[in-house]
């Protein structure tokens, strides 16, 4: 039977070409967006993978943040702060943004600073630390809320470290 030709009145399939492109449209989107998905969660877009996990620095100041990009709501997000400790100095200071804190919540801070300080924009943390060596701070956060989320980092004489990261359920 050609393409012009009307099928038999008791034919049982209904062959018009246009639905059944559209039908044929239709799965082959719907098998694409699940693919993208799926691939989407195994680079890391859904949380632990090579698209989430993240490296900012300060090149004046040698501080190196690495960060998770995208977390859940449940789970616990690190914040990884590696601070370069000059020659004679026995205490390192770090600020982190007031707003970013405030959106999560800190369940530990490793090594334990020797001093706290808050003010509206920032709070400081003085870490007391053996000169000429580097300081690894660990903060572990548990998010508050769902969505975007940005933040800073800094230490004196240095610019700050902006981030962001993004909260799913």
């Known amino acids: 039977m050609g393409a012009d030709e009307a099928p038999p009145p008791n034919w049982p399939v209904d062959h018009r070409p246009g639905p059944l492109r559209w039908e044929k449209f239709a799965q082959n989107g719907g098998w694409l967006v699940m693919g993208a998905i799926v691939l989407v969660g195994l680079l890391g ?3 632990d993978g090579p698209l989430s996990g993240a490296t900012v620095r300060d090149a004046s100041s040698g501080l190196v943040v690495e960060y998770e990009r995208f977390g859940r ?3 616990q997000n690190d914040l990884r702060l590696r601070v370069p400790v000059p020659d004679d100095v026995e205490a390192v200071s770090v600020r982190v943004s007031a707003s970013y804190l405030a959106d999560n919540q800190v369940e530990s801070l490793e090594p334990e600073p020797s001093e706290v300080t808050a003010s509206e924009e920032s709070v400081r943390f003085d870490f007391l630390v053996e000169e000429g060596s580097e300081v690894v701070i660990t903060v572990d956060l548990v998010p508050q809320g769902l969505g975007a989320r940005s933040g800073w980092v800094s230490v004196p004489g240095g610019n700050r470290v902006e981030f ?3 909260v799913y359920p």
Do not use: L, P, V
Request: proline fraction near 0%.
């Open 45 to 47: 877009g859904w949380g």
């Open 164 to 166: 962001w990261q993004f």
């Open 73 to 75: 709501a449940t789970g």
